[in-house]
C-alpha cells in the first residue's frame, strides 16, 4: 500500500510542470511535511504540497519515484505558508517549487537527518519573554494603539519621523503577548544593517530570547536557528529584512512593515516579490493584524487608504495618524538656496557653509547628502572629447581618488587611471561632477580653520559604500557619529534612513534636483521620501529640535516637490503626484509589469519580445473569451532598458498595463506559456534569459 504525493521541489526558473513533481510513500504524508526525495540523481529537499487519491493520470505508474525519508522532528508548514507561497509563485510569475524552496533556510537542504536531529536536540525548548515597560504612550500613539484593537485593518500608519512609530510596533507587540502569550508577531525592517539599534530595542524590551533575526547577513547556520525557533512557534518576535515575509510563524498575529515605502521590500532577482504587498496578503491569511508605517507612504498605500469621499468609496487600508514629534520636538526648517544666484560651479554655497561652521563651532553635528559615491562621476578629456566610459556598460566608470582607480558601478570593471588621454595623449584629463569623496575633501578644505567649542579642529567623516565594505565597518562608523566622535557627517541616502542620531541638528541635500527630472516616473517620490527621512535625522533631541535645519541646495527652487517639503507636507504632495498620475494612468492608478529579455545584442533582445507580444496577441484573438483580454491591457513595443547594456550583455523591456491587476495577470499567464514557444525558435538563439517583472519598481 502506497500513497500518492505532489511534492514542490527546486527545478530551473519558469520550469511549465510548475515546480510539483509526483512520488510515492510507503507511509502516510501530510500536506506541508518536508521530505527528501529523488531528482535525476540527486536527492534533494522537497514540500509535501498535496496529497493524491489515486496515482497521477499522466505518467505510468512505474516512473513515480519514492520518497526517501522525511525530515523528523519538523512540524509540517501550515496551511498559510503554503498558500502564501502558492500566491507568490502564481502572482510573479514563477515555479512553485523554486518559491518554496527558496523562502526555506538554505541549510535545511544540506543537512542529513542525522545532523538536523543534532541541530533540533540544540534548540532551546521554551524560549521566555521578559518584558520590561516602555514610557507612557503620547496621546497620538494610544489613539492608535486603540484603533489597531478595535479594527482588522490593513492599517497605514502615517506617523512623522520621531513620532515615536517603533513605540507603538513594541506595545501592540506587548498587547498581543499580554493577549495571548504564544502569539507570534513579524516586524519587518529595510535594512537591518542600518537599523541595528532597533534590533537591540526589541531585544531590550522583550529579551534576546523571544526574538529571532532573518536577514542576508547571517550565517547559514544562524539562520537555521531562527527559523527553526519560528516554525517550532518558540519565537515571540521575528525582525527581519523583505525575506522574513517567507517566515514560517505557525501562530502569527500581528505583521508590522516599518518604512513601508522603502524600495528595498522588492525583491530584484528570481520571484521578484513585494514584501510589503505579501504582508498585507499574508496576514488576511492568518487572520493577522497588518500595520504598514511610514512617515512618506509609498503612493501606492496612501492611494489604498484614501477617505471616502461623496460618491466615492475608500481604500480598503484605515489610515492611522501622528503629526507629532515626541515631546515638544519639532521638525527642522526647510531652507532652499537658489545656486542659479551663487557662483558658477560652486559646490557648497557661502550660506551652507556659513551654518556648517557656526554648528561646528557651537559643538553639533551635521549631515550633508550627496547621492553619489566615488570621487567623479566621469574623467573627461578636453582635447579630444574622451570620456572614461565602460567599455562593458552603458555608463561611465566613476573616478575612485582614494587609489586612483575608474570603476564601473555596474559590472565592476576597475582599472588604474590612464596618465593621459587613451585616445589623444593629452596629459590634462580632469573629473566632471562630484561625488562623496570629493565633497568630503573639498568640505576639510574649506573648513580646515575651523575650532570646536574645546579649540580642537573639526572632524569629518565619511559613510557610504566605499567606507563600509568590510564587515563591521558600517557599525564602528556608525557608532562614532552616535559617539560624538564626527562632527560633519558626509554620505549616500545610506546615511537617511532610519538612525536616531541625537545630536544631528542640521541636514543639507548637496545637489537633488537630478531626480526632478528623471525618465523614470516614481524619481520625485524617491527624492522626496529621501529628503524627509533626512530631515528626520535632524532635531531628533526635542531640547535642540528647535533650532534645527534642512538646507537644500537646487537649481529650481520653486519646484511643487521643495514647497510641500517646506512645510513637511506629505500630503500636498501625494496629492499633486497622484494627480499627475491619474492623468497619465500610472500606477497606483494601474498596474504595469515588465517583460525583459537580455541577449547578446539589443535587436535579438527586442526581437524574442515583439516576437512573444506576436504570438501572445494571436493566442489571445483566437478565443471570444480571450480576445478581451485585449482591450483591457495595453501591450508596448520593446525598448532598450535605461540602462541598456551591462556587462556585455543587451537588455530590452517590453510594457503592460491596465487598469485591471485580475485582467494583468490573466495575460501574463498567456505570456508565459507563449514564451517557452517562441523562445525555442531558432531565431532567438541569442537570447540569453527573460524575465517578468509585476508590479516593477522602475521602468
Ligand atoms: P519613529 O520610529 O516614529 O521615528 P521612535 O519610535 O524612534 O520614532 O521615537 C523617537 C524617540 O522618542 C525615541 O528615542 C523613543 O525612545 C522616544 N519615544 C517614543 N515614544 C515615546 C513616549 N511615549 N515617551 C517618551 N519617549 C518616547
Ligand atoms: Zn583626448
Ligand atoms: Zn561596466
Not at 519515484?65 to 498559510?80: I, K, N, Q, S, W
Not at 492599517?155 to 512609530?165: A, E, M, N, Q, Y
Not at 541636514?507 to 522626496?528: G, I, Y
Amino acid at each position: 500500500m502506497s500513497i500518492w504525493l505532489d511534492i514542490a521541489v527546486q527545478t530551473p526558473a519558469h520550469s511549465q510542470v510548475g515546480g510539483l513533481l509526483s512520488y510515492r510513500s510507503p507511509q502516510a504524508l501530510q500536506a506541508g511535511q518536508l521530505v527528501r526525495v529523488p531528482l535525476g540523481q540527486r536527492e534533494v529537499l522537497g514540500v509535501v504540497w498535496a496529497v493524491r487519491d489515486a496515482a497521477p493520470p499522466d505518467i505510468p505508474a512505474s516512473a513515480v519515484r519514492d520518497v526517501l525519508g522525511v525530515l523528523e522532528g519538523l512540524p509540517a508548514l501550515d496551511e498559510a505558508w503554503r498558500q502564501l507561497v502558492q500566491f507568490s509563485a502564481q502572482y510573479y510569475q514563477r515555479s512553485l517549487g523554486e518559491v518554496a524552496l527558496s523562502a526555506l533556510p538554505p541549510q535545511l537542504r544540506d543537512l542529513s537527518s542525522v545532523q538536523l536531529a543534532r541541530r533540533l536536540k540544540k534548540q532551546q525548548p521554551e524560549r521566555t519573554v521578559h518584558t520590561t515597560c516602555g514610557p507612557e504612550l503620547s496621546a497620538e500613539q494610544s489613539a492608535v494603539l486603540t484603533q489597531l484593537a478595535a479594527n482588522t485593518g490593513p492599517f497605514l500608519l502615517f506617523g512623522s519621523t520621531g513620532s515615536g512609530k517603533t513605540e507603538v510596533y513594541l506595545q501592540a507587540v506587548e498587547r498581543m503577548l499580554a493577549r495571548d502569550p504564544q502569539a507570534q508577531a513579524l516586524l519587518m525592517v529595510p535594512e537591518i544593517n542600518l537599523t541595528p539599534q532597533l534590533e537591540q530595542r526589541v531585544q531590550a524590551r522583550f529579551g534576546s530570547d523571544a526574538v529571532v533575526s532573518m536577514h542576508s547577513g547571517l550565517t547559514p547556520a544562524q539562520r537555521l536557528k531562527g527559523w527553526l525557533a519560528a516554525h517550532a512557534g518558540q519565537a515571540r518576535i521575528v525582525l527581519g529584512t523583505r525575506m522574513a515575509v517567507f517566515a514560517s510563524m505557525p501562530n502569527l498575529q500581528l505583521i508590522v512593515v516599518d518604512e513601508e515605502h522603502d524600495p528595498s521590500y522588492k525583491q530584484q532577482e528570481g520571484a521578484r516579490y513585494s514584501a510589503r504587498d505579501l504582508a498585507v496578503y499574508r496576514a488576511r491569511l492568518h487572520r493577522a493584524k497588518v500595520l504598514l508605517a511610514s512617515a512618506t507612504p509609498s503612493l501606492e498605500s496612501w492611494h489604498h487608504s484614501r477617505p471616502a469621499v461623496a460618491g466615492e468609496p475608500g481604500g480598503r487600508y484605515q489610515r492611522l495618524l501622528m503629526p507629532s514629534r515626541i515631546g515638544t520636538g519639532v521638525l527642522p526648517k526647510v531652507r532652499r538656496v537658489d545656486m542659479n544666484k551663487q557662483p558658477r560651479r560652486t559646490v557648497l554655497s557661502a550660506p551652507l557653509l556659513a551654518a556648517l561652521q557656526a554648528r561646528v563651532e557651537r559643538g553639533e553635528q551635521c549631515m550633508l547628502l550627496l547621492n553619489r559615491r566615488g570621487y567623479a562621476p566621469v574623467l573627461h578629456c578636453a582635447d579630444c572629447g574622451w570620456k572614461s566610459a565602460c567599455q562593458h556598460c552603458s555608463a561611465f566608470r566613476v573616478f575612485h581618488k582614494i587609489d586612483r582607480t575608474l570603476r564601473c558601478h555596474h559590472c565592476g570593471l576597475t582599472e588604474r587611471v590612464p596618465r593621459a588621454c587613451p585616445d589623444c595623449g593629452n596629459a590634462d584629463i580632469a573629473p566632471i561632477g562630484r561625488g562623496t569623496e570629493q565633497l568630503e575633501e573639498h568640505l576639510c578644505e574649506l573648513l580646515a580653520h575651523v575650532l570646536r567649542p574645546d579649540g580642537t579642529p573639526v572632524r569629518i567623516a565619511r559613510i557610504d559604500a566605499d567606507t563600509t565594505r568590510p564587515k563591521g565597518a558600517l557599525e564602528s562608523q556608525l557608532a562614532q557619529v552616535h559617539a560624538g566622535e564626527v562632527d560633519i557627517l558626509v554620505g549616500t541616502q545610506m546615511i537617511a534612513k532610519g538612525h536616531d542620531f541625537r545630536r544631528i541638528t542640521l541636514v543639507a541635500a548637496v545637489n537633488p534636483d537630478t531626480a526632478l527630472f528623471s525618465s523614470d516616473f516614481r524619481a520625485p517620490e524617491r527624492l522626496f521620501a529621501l529628503l524627509m527621512q533626512a530631515a528626520g535625522r535632524a532635531g531628533r533631541d526635542a531640547s535642540q529640535s528647535a533650532s534645527s535645519e534642512m538646507w537644500v541646495q537646487t537649481f529650481h527652487p520653486t519646484h511643487a516637490l521643495f514647497e510641500a517639503l517646506k512645510q513637511h507636507d506629505y500630503p500636498a504632495f501625494a496629492a499633486s503626484e497622484l494627480a499627475e498620475r491619474s492623468a497619465a494612468e500610472l500606477p497606483p492608478i494601474s498596474h504595469q509589469a515588465l517583460l525583459r529579455a537580455d541577449a547578446r545584442s539589443q535587436e535579438a533582445a527586442q526581437a524574442l519580445l515583439n516576437a512573444a507580444r506576436q504570438a501572445l496577441e494571436a493566442q489571445l484573438a483566437a478565443n471570444p473569451d480571450t480576445a478581451e483580454l485585449m482591450l483591457q491591457v495595453s501591450i508596448y513595443p520593446a525598448v532598450p532598458m535605461g540602462m541598456q547594456r551591462v556587462a556585455d550583455v543587451e537588455r530590452a523591456q517590453m510594457l503592460l498595463e491596465s487598469s485591471s491587476r485580475m485582467a494583468l495577470q490573466k495575460v501574463l499567464w498567456h505570456l508565459h506559456g507563449v514564451l517557452h514557444q517562441v523562445r525555442n525558435r531558432p531565431e532567438h538563439k541569442g537570447v540569453i534569459r527573460w524575465l517578468v517583472d509585476v508590479d516593477p519598481q522602475a521602468i
